[in-house]
């Protein structure tokens, strides 16, 4: 068996836990904050957590070295942008408390969602689970 390229169980391990934790992080947003319950209830139920759940398969599908779990890491980093642009503009626009918090964790997650997006598409990937 080849190794694995750089990087690749080390993602794969952050993505599991990572969108582990999404999970109830999800659950005390949509519960916390009273003004934008309505909206964290949408967007978590809509969008997170349907997100949060691909990611998790997806990961475990990369750690039992299944070809699949390549293209349901793409899904789910597709769809965690999908989600986190608009939520974190808007968000950024209409609440003036935490702006700066808001605007450096939305920054970091769009870069890291991205940065794993791009090392997910890599051609070496898929020739390593092939």
Request: net charge positive; aromatic share 8%; proline share 5%.
């Amino acid at each position: 068996m080849l190794n694995p390229p750089r990087g690749y169980l080390t993602l794969a391990w952050l993505g599991l836990i990572g969108n582990i934790l999404v999970l109830p992080l999800a659950i005390a947003a949509i519960l916390g904050d009273r003004p934008w319950q309505a909206a964290n209830i949408a967007v978590g139920a809509g969008g997170v957590l349907p997100t949060a759940v691909v990611g998790i398969v997806a990961s475990i599908a990369l750690l039992r070295w299944r070809r699949w779990g390549q293209i349901l890491a793409i899904v789910a980093l597709a769809m965690a942008l999908a989600v986190g642009l608009p939520y974190g503009i808007v968000r950024l626009v209409l609440v003036e408390q935490g702006r700066l918090a808001t605007a450096v964790g939305s920054v970091a997650v769009w870069s890291s969602c991205t940065a794993a997006l791009v090392y997910w598409c890599q051609p070496a990937i898929r020739r390593y689970l092939s």
